[in-house]
């Protein structure tokens, strides 16, 4: 990767204008808190989400379909509007290999999701607490939460890896743009009174695994010049914990009927090993799988990438 300035996705288009690089942190954090706020003012007003049930099915589609929604129609009109720039100034192209990309990022993120959750089962993490009774009646939010994953996962994409990463990058390179967009993601995906009840290997576990989450995501826009695989990635990872083995995805859990079975962290299994109540996610395996990727994408990367 280059120190230099690099234009990611192509040259801007003549007429355009570039955002400050020093500013777009203010800029990220503005459209995603902002979209947030703008949808759950209303609701809140009237009384549709509240504080004991955000955080249960279905109001938690209401969340993810809403804010997440609101700050991508937010992020539009930041580059379309005031950038005066294309969609695929931020990775999102219409060429010949979209759906080919979308699905390979899709099936990667299941196989690596499930390499961690099956990884945690073979060292005794893991119990199936029941075997999935899965009805049609229990499909039907695995598949609406399919959709919410795939909005939420695309529109951070979309800020992320597709906006602050190609902004940063232009000005002063590749290696700033994924520093810069990984330490907001991560900052922005921590909880100050959440990592004071983990202890400190908790914190040093969960910290590195959104680092490298996010590093993870960079290396595979960069590969692809565009951010269709890391969306799929993305949604499908945070998909499957929850829908596949009934397991918390980022602190979040549903209580749903999973596609697979449903497990639950062994009597006095370590929470460094299980996650505890973030999940997966807090396990030491995460960051290692992400850590293995990381290093495949960056071999694989295209020939035109090596010298730089």
Known sequence: MTFSPYALFGPAADGSRRTWVWATPFVVVLLMLGGQILFLLPVKLLGLISRENIETYPHILFLIIGAFGMSALLTWAWIRGFE????????????????????????????????VVYGVRVMGGYVVESETGLTFSALAPIVVLLFAFVLQAGTEEFVFRGWMLSRISERYGLVAGVVGNSILFTLMHVDAEHLAEIGAAGIAIFVCGIMLFAVFLSLLVIRDRSIWSAAAWHASWNW??????????????????????DYMPA??????????TDGPEGSFLTPAVLAIGCIAVWLMRPARDSAQ
């Open 267 to 276: 009597e006095g299994a370590a929470i460094w090993l299980t996650g505890g």
């Open 240 to 261: 499957m914990f929850i829908t596949w083995f009934g397991l918390p995805t980022t602190g979040i859990e549903l209580g749903l009927t999973p596609l697979v079975a």
């Open 84 to 115: 005066k720039r294309s969609l695929a100034s931020v990775g999102l192209t219409s060429d010949a290999n979209r759906n080919r990309d979308y699905r390979q990022g899709f099936i990667i993120g299941l196989v690596m999701a499930a390499a």
